[in-house]
């Protein structure tokens, strides 16, 4: 298999085109890309592509907003990948422009790479931790918290994952003893192989899915919100 890779380091791959992105999106300076595939215009329409392998979304997934939205992005992160991180913010902006009403919703699923980034799938457990000891809500608190405070590649020193527990509200403690016991070490691989299955080749890896189940896959990375809206847009009509 291809070793997966965060950022530009996949520049040597080439994965199949699954959206159409402007021309604007490759030159501007603020393109943040996983793939070396040229993205061309065609009416700024997406290219749809059905045969993606991903798991359906459940009550299972970490569920922003409406389970009953007319398009749920479904995301697939590295907490230590940059483009993740600025990805993060991105999203962040569709739920505040999309998710209030309802009509987008956000769905989070783990994809460490460890061979970019070892210390993330521990961050990814730790993700999961906060889920249990603080429901839904303080997995977003937690993992929004988590993204704001690392400065990526690796860099987060895992002392602060109990710090941030407690800034959100969480039993450190509790935390602790669910952290070491290693419990969701399994659900994280099984998000990765679900990745992969879905067509993941780095990182942040994205794929929207519409009322009747059509998959939009947005290979572009990091794409900007400039980019995604007006995709977000044509979906939505």
């Known amino acids: 298999m291809t070793p997966l890779l965060n950022g530009m380091n996949m520049e040597k791959l080439s994965v199949p085109i699954a959206v159409v992105i402007s ?32 798991k359906p979304v459940s009550a299972d997934d970490h569920i922003l907003g409406n389970p009953n939205a007319d398009l749920i992005i479904v995301e697939y992160s590295d907490t ?19 998710g209030k009403d309802g009509r987008v919703a956000w769905v989070y699923r783990h994809f460490p790479i460890d061979s970019n980034h070892p210390k993330a799938r521990k961050e990814s457990e730790a993700m999961e931790c906060a889920n249990e000891l603080g429901s839904g809500e303080k ?14 590649n690796n860099s987060l020193d895992p002392a602060e994952l109990p710090k941030m527990a407690k800034a959100v509200g969480l039993d450190v403690t509790a935390f602790n003893t669910c952290l070491s016991s290693g419990k969701y070490a ?23 899915i519409s009322k009747d189940g059509t998959k939009t896959p ?10 995604l809206k007006p995709i977000i847009d044509a979906l939505l009509q």
């Open 23 to 54: 021309g604007a999106l490759i030159a501007g300076a603020l393109y943040y890309s996983n793939v070396k595939a040229p993205i061309k215009a065609v009416n700024n329409a997406p290219i749809v592509n059905t045969n993606v392998g991903m």
């Open 80 to 98: 230590e990948c940059p483009y993740c991180k600025v990805f993060h913010n991105t999203l962040q902006r569709v739920m505040n422009e999309y």
């Open 139 to 152: 997995f977003w608190e937690y993992t929004n918290l988590l993204y704001q405070t690392t400065n990526s």
């Open 186 to 208: 399994a659900k994280i691989e099984a998000s990765v192989q679900d990745a992969q299955n879905a067509g993941a080749q780095g990182t942040p890896y994205s794929v929207i």
């Open 218 to 227: 947005i290979t572009g990375g990091a794409v900007p919100y400039e980019s």
